[in-house]
């Protein structure tokens, strides 16, 4: 990947980057949330800010949310993708751009969209900040990151 064409989409100005998954189901959360158990990354669970055990199912995760503040964040290479469970018909995690310094953070990026796409059997999309509409990249379930 031409990472002279692509940095533009990573420089800081102020805002995260989105990666969605849309429509999605309880059952798609449940797949993504078994996924990441297996991925080489450090998951990160927290209530109301506080470190707690990352409950098995997905619907555990999303009652919590009822009554606290909740975040996953999964550490995979310098790449930090958070996720505070905002709806259960979209599955979003956000990442700031910063962490996306060269060429190099690239198959990182795509390696994390194409779990969720495979896990999902949808395409996972890379988006600026609440804008799911201003596509950045899209990865399908087959794994290759194809850019807007």
């Given at each position: 990947m ?11 100005d ?8 849309t ?11 078994n ?9 990160d ?57 060269s ?32 596509v950045?990249a ?11």
């Amino acid at each position: 990947m031409d990472w002279t064409t692509r940095q533009h989409h990573f420089e800081w100005d102020g805002a995260l980057r989105d990666i969605y998954v849309t429509p999605a189901t309880m059952a798609d959360w449940q797949r993504v949330l078994n996924s990441l158990r297996h991925e080489p990354a450090r998951l990160d669970y927290r209530l109301d800010g506080i470190p707690a055990p990352l409950p098995a199912t997905i619907n555990a995760i999303f009652a919590a949310t009822r009554h606290h503040a909740v975040t996953l964040a999964c550490h995979m290479g310098k790449i930090v993708y958070a996720c505070h469970f905002f709806s259960p018909e979209r599955i979003e995690f956000d990442l700031d751009p910063r962490s996306v310094q060269s060429g190099h953070d690239l198959p990182g990026l795509r390696h994390f969209m194409a779990m969720l796409a495979r896990a999902c059997g949808r395409t996972s999309v890379l988006t600026h900040e609440n804008a799911p509409g201003q596509v950045i990249a899209r990865v399908p379930p087959t794994g290759q990151m194809l850019w807007a």
